[in-house]
Every structure is written in C-alpha cells, then in structure tokens.
C-alpha cells in the first residue's frame, strides 16, 4: 500500500514516507523533548515500510520534521484484524509544532489510504491524561470505541483484574472512513 510521493498540504506543510535518513533525525528531535523514541524504531518502521507492511507517513514543516503516524496494514489488535481493518499506530507530532493542523493532515492522508482497502479505520489509544487531546481528536474526527472496553496488550480486562498503567493499556476506537 505504500505511497512514495511527497504531498503538498499547504506552504508549510509537507507529508511524505519515511526516508532511511530519518531515523536518527526523529530520535534527536523525540529526546529534545524528554520522550524516548530509540533509532531502532524507526528503522524498524523503514524496512516494514519498504515491505509493504506499513505506511509511515512523515510531516515536514517548513523544512523540518514535526511528527508523523504509520499504517499497519495488519493489526495486531485481534478485532480489527479479524475483519480486516488496518490501525493508525504510533501517532505523534513534536509539541512545538503542535495546534497548526499537523496531526488533523496526518489522519487525512492516513483515512484517504485506508479507504481505499477498508471501510473502517482502527487507532488504539491510551487511558491516561497525556492521551487527553488525543481522545479530543479522534473523538471531533468521528471515532467511536470499539465496545470491548480497556485492553492490557490487546487482551480484555475482567472486573478486578489489577494491571500497570502504561502506554499498553488502551481503548480501541474505528471509524467509518
């Protein structure tokens, strides 16, 4: 599904694949601002993308790197892969490029690749307060929770279950794209 060509949203606004370049470009930019984002990561995400497994879809502005959110076209989340809906996975744009319609061209380019395989798009996304505008986001873009309550890596959670709170407990949430 990967889609190599670059996409000019607007003067400043630039979306376009991941390039073997990036890596080190993105962990620098992530550690400037406390987040601990390994080189490793993203080229990972290079060889999954040039694979055909993932569209990691990049956005420039004016120059330089603001963030970025990828397409796994499989999900590892059993109910979405079990009906074939591909999940956005690992959606960030940098805080100080953050309220200038970065991530809302982000989820446009992602829904618009989607579309075209499936009639749902799926995103996981996590319970604790830094997920707050997130929730905000998906929620004004149309996404509704899946039904299947909180998720402790992809597993359902039971009445008493006592779990860690981290970046593996989610809620799923699709959308009609």
Known sequence: MNNRKRIRIN???????LEERDPLIFHKAFSDQGWNKPVSQYEDYFKLQSQGHRDIIVADWEGSFA????????SDYPAFAKDG?????DFNVLKKYQR??????LMDEAEKRIKKVSAYAGIGVGVTEDYGAAHIL???????PDGTGMKKNHQSLKYGDQVVIDDDLAIYMMKQV
């Open 11 to 17: 003067d400043q606004l630039v979306l376009r694949p």
């Open 67 to 74: 963030g970025y959110l990828t397409i796994k076209w499989n």
């Open 85 to 89: 809906i591909p999940e956005i996975v």
């Open 100 to 105: 200038r319609h970065i991530g809302s061209a």
């Open 138 to 144: 998906y929620v004004k873009r149309g996404y509704f």
